[in-house]
């Protein structure tokens, strides 16, 4: 009788593999509810991130500008999510002979490169500098147009989700929302 009581019990404490998949069912439901809301904020954190480093490379084009008396230049290319830094040669003055400006962060190269790294997943997806897609800086920080004009609208960058940098023309402010 001992025997059978032993079994009884042992039988009651145990779990069947229906109960087994069943909670795995439900862990797997509650991930997802939970794991795919995180995936579109990681997304928008990116974006944010890109987007400050867009109007912290912008400024640091003006400084350098306004430092040096050198005129500084950043080129955004959409199609490759990417954008360079220029600066003028002090011994041949002009747009035609800029030399690459090196980030003090990732020295020495002058390309930021968006989709990659800890940047993944974020584009560039509007670039209107008064239909252009660069901007000049002066040794007064003031902003011009690729073509040699000052900037007569707000400039705007706009990455993934909206994120986006504008650049007021004459003061040269730059915001990033």
């Known amino acids: 009788m001992r025997r059978g009581q032993d079994a009884a019990s042992s039988m009651a ?13 439900i862990l797997g439901v509650l991930a997802l509810a939970v794991g795919g809301p995180m995936l579109s904020t990681l997304t ?4 944010r991130t890109a987007a400050g480093r867009i109007a912290s490379d912008l400024r640091y084009a003006q400084r350098t500008a306004i430092a040096s008396g050198l005129r500084t230049w950043v080129q955004f290319d959409a199609g490759a999510d990417e954008y360079h830094l220029y600066i003028e040669d002090a011994d041949q003055p002009g747009k035609a002979n800029r030399q690459p400006l090196a980030l003090a962060h990732d020295a020495p190269t002058n390309t930021v490169e968006l989709n990659t790294g800890a940047l993944q997943h974020v584009r560039l997806t509007v670039v209107n500098i008064d239909g252009t897609d660069e901007v000049e800086f002066d040794s007064f920080g003031s902003p011009y147009h690729a073509g040699g004009l000052p900037l007569a609208q707000i400039a705007s960058v706009q990455v993934t989700t909206g994120a986006t940098v504008r650049l007021h023309p004459v003061s040269g402010f730059v915001e990033r929302e």
């Not at 928008?44 to 974006?47: I, K, S, T, Y």
């Open 44 to 47: 928008e954190l990116r974006a």
């Open 13 to 25: 404490t145990a779990f069947t593999l229906i109960e087994l998949v069943a909670v795995i069912a």
